[in-house]
């Protein structure tokens, strides 16, 4: 009996580490915002990224995500891990051939949604909506706009745990000559 | 003196019908122009400003004959933007460039975004790169496919990362982008979602016959080119 029942936990464990993957999406975003400087001057600022969407699913659950926006300026190129990445989506249509969700980005109490679309039953390329308007304490900063698209990449992809997709990614940056913010 | 009468008779109608085929034959080669062109030959000079970029040259990528009102505003306000003071225009100017993501990609949008790339600011070359990374065109590859020769590294490396996640993939080298790029072709799927199509706004003077309004994506088939795409369907 005791066999039976570790035998059995086993069999559990194997399915499940077997079915759980990773999908890296890879694209970019871009973010508009007014900054405000009481009493100074007001600016409007965009800026984008190139973004790795990380999300580790097991069947039709997802289980965990990461964010890595990477970009440039004239004091180098850097990249950001956001730890408090958020995506959850769902598959409708006829067929279930189109994809709506939304996504939360760290330190930002907003959510973005976005549209997509399928291959093979999974979640294959999206696009992010324009939304938002955010004031965080202070009231310094308007973020107006974030939108974006990206496309599933199998290269940083496959049955392997976030913590590997992610590390692979960033060591991929740091080959181009990124570090981390 | 009948001979000699219908031999006049004869000569005369000859010179009429001679006479009236010259008449026409100058109509046709000269027609006169409307009334308000002809008491102000200027009026039909076309522009009032100093930017005589020929927008309505035409191409493969041209979506149509003729440019929407909102193209045409589109294109107006990103010029003016171009056209700000340096220490100014990066807000407007990104902004602009965010506008042109409703457009088809044509000849005058293209010339605008190689002439900010080729400018070499960070910031807006970026952007531009993360527009066109967001198609689905083999025009738009070919750019940013031509974008990895920049001089400045900063902009030819993020013209590889957009290349990258068109293809889904990581390049070693650009002449391996390049192989992937001639033989790439769009994603029908993904040219719904990615690849805006202009849309018919209120007033337009200039639409195509085959618009509809609503949702709608170009042709499926992948060898052919945007404007046969856009012919009239017969379905």
């Known amino acids: ?181 | 003196m009948n001979k000699k009468f219908q031999l006049i008779a004869l000569a005369s109608g000859a010179i009429i019908f001679l006479t009236a085929g010259i008449y026409l034959g100058s109509r046709m080669a000269s027609p006169e122009k409307p009334q308000s062109e002809a008491n102000n030959p200027a009026s039909s000079s076309s522009g009032n400003s100093s930017d005589n970029t020929p927008d309505e040259r035409q191409g493969p990528t041209s979506a149509s004959a003729g440019k929407s009102v909102a193209h045409l505003e589109i294109m107006r306000e990103l010029r003016a933007a171009k056209s700000l003071p340096a220490t100014t225009r990066n807000g407007p100017l990104l902004k602009a460039l965010e506008a042109t993501s409703k457009l088809p990609l044509s000849n005058d949008l293209l010339d605008e975004f190689r002439a900010i790339v080729q400018e070499g600011e960070i910031e807006s070359s970026h952007y531009v790169l993360s527009l066109m990374e967001q198609r689905e065109e083999k025009e738009s590859v070919a750019f940013l496919l031509e974008t990895t020769k920049h001089s400045d590294p900063d902009i030819a490396d993020r013209a590889l990362f957009a290349l990258e996640a068109v293809a889904g993939t990581v390049f070693k080298t650009r002449e391996e982008a390049a192989t992937w790029a001639a033989n790439w072709q769009p994603d029908p799927e993904r040219a719904k979602l990615f690849t805006p199509v202009d849309e018919p706004q209120e007033g337009d003077a200039e639409v195509a016959d085959n618009r509809l309004p609503g949702p709608r994506s170009r042709a499926s088939k992948n060898s052919e080119k945007p404007d046969e795409a856009k012919k009239p369907e017969s379905e």
């Not at chain 1, 029942?5 to 970019?28: K, M, N, P, W």
């Not at chain 1, 004239?74 to 996504?103: K, P, Q």
Request: hydrophobic content about 40%; overall charge negative.
């Open chain 1, 1 to 181: 009996m005791k066999n039976i029942i570790t035998t059995a936990a086993i069999a559990l464990f194997t399915i499940a580490s077997a079915q759980a993957e990773v999908r890296t999406y890879q694209g970019s975003t871009r973010w508009a915002a007014t900054l405000f400087t009481p009493g100074v001057r007001t600016t409007n600022a965009s800026t984008s990224y190139t973004t790795y969407f990380v999300v580790e699913t097991s069947g039709d659950t997802i289980i965990d995500m990461v964010k890595i926006d990477a970009w440039t300026t004239r004091s180098g190129r850097f990249y950001y891990v956001d730890n408090d990445y958020f995506i959850e989506y769902g598959f409708f249509g006829l067929v279930g051939t189109d994809v709506a969700g939304a996504m939360e980005f760290g330190d930002f109490d907003l959510t973005i949604p976005f549209r997509g679309g399928l291959r093979f039953g999974k979640l294959d390329f999206f696009t992010l909506f324009p939304s938002v308007d955010y004031y965080p304490d202070g009231d310094e900063l308007d973020i107006t706009v974030i939108t974006g698209s990206a496309r599933y990449n199998p290269y940083f992809s496959g049955d392997v745990s976030l913590n590997t997709a992610g590390n692979e990614i960033l060591d991929f940056l740091e080959s181009r000559g990124f570090v981390e913010y």
